[in-house]
């Protein structure tokens, strides 16, 4: 039965996996007296489950006091339900400090190897169970 709520297609395929961060490396380049910091961060990490596999990701963030957003690109290495290669994923979040969200898609035509021809969208979530990364294939 399909969800009348998702904005999957019928024949999309969900596929979630855990992560953890190895590497967070923040360069500030603009922290106003007023306003939100802006920051540019390499960020590192591993991947298990369905999505198994490294990546390595430039994210733009802003944060301050009431709320912090993100822009990333991240190019993961690996397989993706037992399919070998790379791809792009580019993915942006907002958190107001009561409700984080975040939103994403598979970069078309980023795909290597066995994931030629990915598509699909990503979500990512940090919460008290961990972090996880749920990948929606077209």
Known sequence: ??????????????LTAEFE??????????????????????VRKNFRG????????????????DGRGYVASERFTGSIDGRAGTVVFQHW???????PRTFGHIVAGSGTGQLVGLAGEITLVHDEAGARVTLVLR
């Open 21 to 42: 961060v190895t590497g967070w490396d923040p360069s500030v380049y603009d922290e106003p007296a007023e306003g939100p910091a802006l920051a540019r961060v390499t």
């Open 50 to 65: 369905a999505v198994d596999g490294a990546s390595v990701a430039e994210v733009l963030t802003a944060a301050g006091p």
């Open 1 to 14: 039965m399909t969800d009348p709520n998702s904005s999957a297609p019928a024949t999309a395929r969900t």
């Open 93 to 99: 979040g907002l958190d107001d400090g009561n409700d």
